[in-house]
């Protein structure tokens, strides 16, 4: 098991992570980017982050985004689910999953009202 220390160090480098994501996103005028802090109530990821497109090509302009910032951190995704269609693209980094969706599939979805037990989290609390 890891000790506090660890465990506070890697929370650490997820919100770091989270940050470049956020800040990715928002350079590429995503829409309502939403941060829910999940650490405490699930093992998927540290956090997630929500935004969505007005456009599939503008969905999939996020995701490349937020691909590249990470990847120039070092951190590459782990894997990219439903590009091709960008309806809801999800890419994976292990410590945080971002979700960049159309705007209508957003909404259908509500994945906020799905993980309301998670803490939201603002662009200065990163």
């Known amino acids: ?8 160090k890697d929370l650490e480098l997820s919100k770091e992570l989270a940050k470049a994501a956020y800040k990715a996103l928002d350079d ?8 829910l802090d999940i650490h405490e109530i ?5 956090y997630f982050l929500i ?18 910032a990470l990847g120039e951190m070092g951190y590459p995704s782990n894997h ?10 999800l890419i994976d980094f292990g410590r945080i999953i971002v979700h960049v969706f159309n705007k209508d ?22």
């Open 1 to 8: 098991m890891a000790d506090n220390a660890q465990i506070k």
């Open 51 to 68: 935004a969505h497109g007005n456009n599939g090509p503008q969905v999939q302009a996020l995701i490349d985004s937020v691909d590249e």
């Open 28 to 35: 590429k005028l995503g829409q309502d980017i939403t941060v």
């Open 80 to 89: 990219i689910e439903g590009y091709r269609e960008g309806n809801w693209v």
């Open 105 to 126: 599939t957003r909404f259908f979805y509500d994945l906020e009202r799905i993980w309301a037990d998670g803490k939201e989290i603002s662009p200065e609390e990163l």
């Open 42 to 46: 699930s093992v998927l990821a540290d």
